[in-house]
């Protein structure tokens, strides 16, 4: 494919050295010389390779190509977007619920007994912690729960915005002003929907899915 458009030798160099996760880069200076290009303007280049999460800078270590994840490359714009009010999560929740609802299909059939016994570990817990003294919001089952549903999905961007979703629905903690009924309400689907997919019932589990987002609040603190 055509580079140009990486606007960046450092990330132009990564690709036409076939450099692979796990590999450790020569140093800058070997960079350069075999490129042409200043040791300081791939300091400021390796810089946004780090925010890109494509490599990592360690002492003694050097810099270390990392694996492709989109959630690192994505999470900094979004939180941006929504600190500074050019976008809503309202708009990042509709997202992520077109995405688990369009990949639903390819995703459920990927589930192994596991994954299922798994999910049934989440709903426990979730229930624990909203039925124990004091009563705790099961936001880390929440997060999973979602996140193993959709884990076998082999699409690295379909997973890296269900990731950053998650990411960004912690920073914000919108559950602050999530009454204690819209929880129960939460899991019980939840539980219905893990209860359909043991049984390989993936129809009546997408439909409990769609039926669940629609118990979200209308307006900039839907959550999900």
């Known amino acids: 494919m055509r580079t140009e458009k990486l606007d960046s ?24 010389d075999d490129m042409g290009v200043s040791v300081g303007k791939l300091r400021e280049e390796v810089a946004v390779a780090r925010q890109l999460g494509v490599v990592s800078v360690r002492p003694r270590l050097g810099i270390q190509r990392e694996p492709f994840n989109f959630a690192e490359a994505m999470l900094p714009a979004i939180l941006f977007s929504l600190a500074t009010g050019e976008a809503s999560f ?13 990949f639903w299909d390819q995703a459920v059939v990927l589930l192994t007994p596991e994954d299922k016994a798994r999910l049934g570990q989440l709903v426990h817990g979730a229930w624990a912690k909203l039925r ?14 979602h996140l ?3 884990g076998r999905l082999d699409n ?19 559950t602050r002003f999530m009454r204690y009924r819209y929880w129960v309400d939460v899991w019980n689907y939840h539980e219905q929907i893990v209860e359909a997919l043991c049984a ?14 629609a118990l ?9």
């Open 148 to 150: 193993t549903i959709f």
């Open 156 to 174: 690295p961007f379909v997973q890296g915005l269900l990731v950053a979703y998650w990411d960004a629905y912690e920073a914000i903690e919108l």
């Open 90 to 102: 309202a708009q990042l929740s509709r997202l992520r619920q077109a995405i688990e609802i369009s």
């Open 9 to 32: 030798d450092f990330l132009n160099y990564l690709v036409a050295h076939h450099v692979n996760p796990g590999d450790k880069l020569p140093s800058l200076s070997e960079i350069g």
């Open 216 to 224: 979200l609040p209308a307006g900039p603190a839907a959550v999900g």
């Open 200 to 213: 390989n019932d993936f129809e009546r589990g997408r439909q409990l899915l769609s039926e669940h987002f």
């Open 132 to 145: 124990g003294e004091p009563i705790h919001i099961p936001n880390g089952e929440h997060r999973q729960l």
